[in-house]
């Protein structure tokens, strides 16, 4: 675990999402004070009253100087994020301040490396900083090791089991609002996925480890894939979800998540592996634990220590291809986190 200097200032904007909300517990758990912004000052006033030494901001994201000023990096929790990342990040490049958000959406990671790409700028920008996008992306990096230094990799696979979904009201604004194309690599290049319940398009079959076992999975265009896709030479990549997960999440009678414990989590189980393939050798990656969104926010706070410690270079990049893959997940709280490379396959 990395810590912040004392003299860190971190704004976390849309401060009163249910992710947030762990977001704010971590920063705080590790001694800073994060300023608490978004554009409801009534759902500040009120989120004020559980973190009551904490500054308040209330600023429209297109608002960056009542937003950022004296702010050395801002984290985005507002989605859908399509709509929040590209003038938020705008205005923290503007200033120098460092930009991380917590979209599981491809398009603005996609946006905000066409925005920056080949512009010198003095900002880390990371989006998809979260557990959709950053840990798989941490993962297939892990599994893929040195062999993304020795050549292309034959096919990279993301796999993810929930026992439940039980979605925010933020995960429902943003599937609304996310109704673009999504991508998956084939043949070294990023081409349109057809959606997961395509007519005619079949189920994919995994086996993971206990509870889970053989789950028929859906593929889907996850942040992950853009993620790796930037930095991973890899002739395909995929993302795959379990089909019980996605018919909970498409259900409109889901009821959100409800926590479980004092941390706010809830009872959710998941587990996620990433399968690095080449000549014949598959090596995977792969964590188990507790809410995905709870989740969401070790990984994100890890690597903004990181990048205000001043281990991550300037642009756009991920936490992957910003610090060492392994190190980076075993410095996070996951119950447990594997690495395994199997024989030559028949």
Request: charge should be negative; aromatic fraction near 6%; include cysteine.
């Amino acid at each position: 675990m990395t810590n912040f200097p004392a003299s860190a200032t971190v704004l976390v904007y849309g401060a009163y999402g249910h992710t947030a909300r762990f977001v704010l517990d971590e920063l705080m758990r590790r001694g800073l004070e994060p300023v608490l912004a978004g554009r409801s000052s009534e759902r500040l006033l009120s989120l004020s009253a559980d973190y009551p030494d904490l500054s308040i901001r209330t600023a429209d994201v297109a608002d960056a100087h009542a937003l950022l000023s004296g702010v050395d990096l801002v984290i985005n929790c507002a989605g859908p994020f399509a709509d929040t990342a590209l003038p938020l990040a705008a205005g923290a490049v503007q200033r120098g301040i460092h930009y991380l958000d917590l979209s599981a959406e491809q398009q603005p990671v996609l946006n905000l490396a066409a925005e920056f790409q080949g512009i010198p700028i003095a900002s880390t920008i990371m989006p998809a900083a979260g557990f959709f996008g950053a840990l798989g992306d941490l993962l297939a990096t892990a599994a893929a090791d040195d062999w993304a230094e020795t050549g292309d990799l034959e096919e990279i696979s993301v796999f993810t089991a929930l026992d439940h979904w039980h979605p925010t009201s933020g995960t429902r604004r943003t599937g609304e609002r996310n109704t673009g194309l999504r991508f998956k690599v084939a043949d070294g290049n990023l081409v349109p996925l057809a959606p997961s319940h395509s007519p005619g398009k079949p189920p994919v079959s995994w086996t993971f480890p206990a509870p889970f076992g053989t789950c028929e999975l859906g593929e889907l265009g996850l942040a992950e894939t853009i993620c790796i896709s930037r930095h991973l030479p890899a002739q395909r990549v995929s993302s795959y979800l379990n089909l019980s997960a996605l018919t909970e999440l498409r259900d409109p009678v889901t009821p959100p998540p409800t926590a479980t414990d004092a941390t706010g989590r809830s009872a959710q189980r998941f587990v996620m592996e990433a399968v690095a393939l080449r000549d014949g050798v598959r090596r995977t990656a792969r964590v188990q634990g507790q809410d995905i969104y709870a989740s969401s926010a070790p990984i994100l706070v890890e690597a903004a220590a990181r990048i205000i410690a001043g281990e991550a270079p300037t642009g756009v990049l991920s936490p992957a291809s910003a610090f060492p893959a392994q190190g980076f997940l075993a410095s996070l709280p996951f119950e447990h986190f594997s690495l395994n490379t199997e024989a030559t396959l028949p």
